[in-house]
């Protein structure tokens, strides 16, 4: 069975563009989060949808944004990019409603701010 | 607020060694933990998840114990390997959702 997939895996924008990266959870996955990569902080939660609901958002600004869509599909996008979101953005999903789940990633996005 | 560590940062060790992580939480109240390995530029592959009411899970040279008491879990690997070598995190789920509060993770070197 295929695993999380996310597009593109790589991806130049400038300063001031916007961006919206796409994730395909595993088949029969219904809940969807993301996660940001950097060297200085680490993996940061972004938000998670669970049947197309934003369930849980972490402390980033309102540039960062999701949605689901009824396929479970989702996707993020960041406005008015800065140079401070290059990273590596991961995408995981699990099949269940609470928590108590295995949860999987996908490779990644990385996107570069220049 | 949950905060997430591992020791140690960096390790190298010759092939064939046991090696022992460690993962530290600061709030007992979790859900489960999960641990993950990452290799360059790649993305998470989940190793195992411990649930609160359990004590360890194993898998294949890979055995997880968790004490929630004490805020403390450890990842065991057995005779090492080199394909071995990656990072290491620990992430800890506080509640009824999927959000991940992750450590700042071992990078394991396995040398031949």
């Known amino acids: 069975k295929a695993g999380v997939t996310q597009t593109p895996r790589y991806l130049i924008k400038t300063r001031g563009q916007q961006v919206t990266l796409s994730c395909s959870p595993i088949s029969g996955h219904r809940s969807v989060s993301w996660y940001q990569q950097t060297p200085g902080q680490g993996l940061q939660f972004l938000f998670e949808?669970?049947?197309?609901?934003?369930?849980n958002k972490g402390n980033f600004p309102g540039r960062f944004s999701g949605r689901q869509f009824s396929n479970s599909r989702s996707e993020m996008n960041v406005s008015t990019l800065e140079l401070g979101d290059s990273a590596l953005y991961l995408c995981a999903s699990s099949g269940g409603t609470g928590g108590g789940n295995t949860i999987y990633f996908g490779e990644g996005s990385w996107l570069t701010v220049v | 607020k949950q905060e997430v560590t591992q020791i140690p940062a960096a390790l190298s060790v010759p092939e064939g060694e046991n090696l022992v992580l460690n993962c530290s939480f600061t709030d007992s109240a979790i859900y489960n933990l999960q641990w993950f390995r990452q290799d360059p530029g790649k993305g998470l592959t989940s190793l195992l998840l411990i649930q609160s009411s359990q004590r360890e899970q194993t898998s294949g040279r890979l055995n997880a114990s968790l004490d929630k008491s004490s805020g403390r879990s450890t990842l065991y690997i057995a005779a090492s390997q080199p394909g071995d070598s990656a990072t290491y995190l620990c992430?800890?789920?506080?509640?009824?959702?999927?959000?991940?509060?992750f450590g700042t993770g071992t990078r394991l070197q396995v040398f031949p």
């Open positions: 949808y669970f049947s197309e609901t934003q369930r």
């Open positions: 992430a800890v789920r506080t509640g009824h959702t999927d959000k991940l509060i």
